[in-house]
């Protein structure tokens, strides 16, 4: 009974990402912190995390936990998903933008 309540999980589906060392959220180190979140992503967003070096495509700050990271279409066309068209963008940073293509405030 008490493994079918609790039952066992696989490395592959036990997805947390170990600190390394001494690290902490607090020490100032963006850079570590930043690639470090960006392996919870898979797919095209961690691609274009690589690519971006870990920074916001359009601000330029590194990704930090308190905000998530999100993908814009840089044509607008969201059929179009080729990486040249994918820019990985915070999400206060991906409002903005699209707030500047129509105009409302």
Same mark, same amino acid.
């Given at each position: 009974?008490?493994?079918?309540?609790? /039952?066992? @999980?696989?490395?592959? #589906?036990? *997805?947390?990402?170990?600190?390394?060392?001494?690290?902490? /959220?607090?020490?100032?180190? #963006?850079?570590?912190?930043?690639? *470090?979140?960006?392996? %919870?992503?898979? +797919?095209?967003?961690?691609? $274009?995390?690589? *690519?971006?070096?870990?920074? $916001?495509?359009? $601000?330029? %700050?590194?990704? &930090?936990?308190? #905000? *998530?990271? !999100?993908? !814009?279409?840089?044509? +607008? #066309? !969201?059929?179009?998903?080729?990486?040249?068209? %994918? &820019?990985?963008?915070? !999400?206060? $940073?991906?409002?903005?933008?699209? &707030?500047?293509?129509?105009?409302? @405030?």
């Amino acid at each position: 009974l008490i493994k079918k309540a609790f /039952p066992a @999980v696989s490395y592959s #589906e036990n *997805r947390h990402i170990n600190v390394k060392g001494n690290k902490s /959220p607090y020490d100032g180190d #963006e850079v570590y912190w930043s690639k *470090r979140n960006s392996k %919870l992503y898979d +797919g095209a967003t961690s691609k $274009c995390l690589k *690519r971006q070096d870990h920074s $916001c495509g359009h $601000c330029g %700050l590194k990704f &930090m936990d308190d #905000e *998530r990271v !999100h993908l !814009h279409h840089i044509d +607008g #066309e !969201h059929s179009n998903w080729k990486p040249k068209n %994918l &820019m990985a963008v915070h !999400h206060s $940073c991906h409002q903005y933008i699209h &707030m500047g293509k129509t105009g409302k @405030v």
